[in-house]
């Protein structure tokens, strides 16, 4: 009888599982900072697009009704009511949108912006002075990143790159 002198395994040495582990450790160390700006990317043009759907809802709502319609801007969170009935009573139409509880925003009206905002029937602003600024600016800060909202006088959105 001949012997073999290789045994058969049955498994896996230790140091191919720490080459494996140790592989997987560098790949995730390398992935790590990239996942962190792809989140604060994404939460930040996440609640850009839930303040700029705050406007537009109270604007369109006042065009809508043909009523006044007012969005409050209280700290983080944006609500939009609209008078309507002859009684003149407010209904809540959109919100609340809690953009620190859901996303983790801060926003931070610049220059003096209104945080109470109302559009008449038209669906222009009515509770704004009009002096040198015609342009209205809201921050958005996720962690180090922040995005700015603008919104004109006459209540629409402006595009995605603002001027400060």
């Known amino acids: 009888m001949s012997t073999s002198l290789h045994r058969q395994r049955a498994g896996y040495t230790m140091i191919e599982l720490l080459l494996v582990v140790g592989t997987l450790a560098i790949v995730f160390a390398l992935a790590a900072p990239r996942m962190t700006t792809i989140?604060?990317?994404?939460?930040?043009?996440?609640?850009?697009?839930?303040?700029?759907?705050?406007?537009?809802?109270?604007?369109?709502?006042?065009?809508?009704?043909?009523?006044?319609?007012?969005?409050t801007l209280a700290g983080n969170v944006a609500t939009v009511t609209v008078r309507?009935?002859?009684?003149?009573?407010?209904?809540?139409?959109?919100?609340?949108?809690?953009?620190?509880?859901s996303l983790g925003i801060t926003l931070e009206p610049l220059n003096d912006a209104?945080?109470?905002?109302?559009?008449?029937?038209r669906g222009m602003m009515t509770n704004v002075m009009i002096e040198e600024?015609?342009?209205?600016?809201?921050?958005?800060?996720?962690?180090?990143?922040?995005?700015t909202l603008c919104i004109s006088t006459a209540g629409?959105?402006?595009?995605?790159?603002?001027?400060?």
Do not use: M, W
């Open 39 to 71: 989140r604060e990317s994404s939460s930040l043009r996440a609640g850009r697009q839930q303040l700029a759907a705050a406007f537009a809802a109270a604007r369109s709502a006042a065009l809508q009704k043909g009523k006044t319609s007012t969005l």
């Open 84 to 101: 309507s009935g002859l009684a003149g009573t407010t209904v809540q139409v959109f919100g609340p949108v809690r953009l620190d509880a």
């Open 156 to 164: 629409l959105i402006l595009s995605k790159h603002c001027t400060l």
């Open 114 to 121: 209104p945080t109470v905002i109302n559009y008449n029937g």
């Open 133 to 147: 600024e015609e342009v209205f600016r809201y921050r958005l800060r996720y962690g180090t990143k922040s995005d």
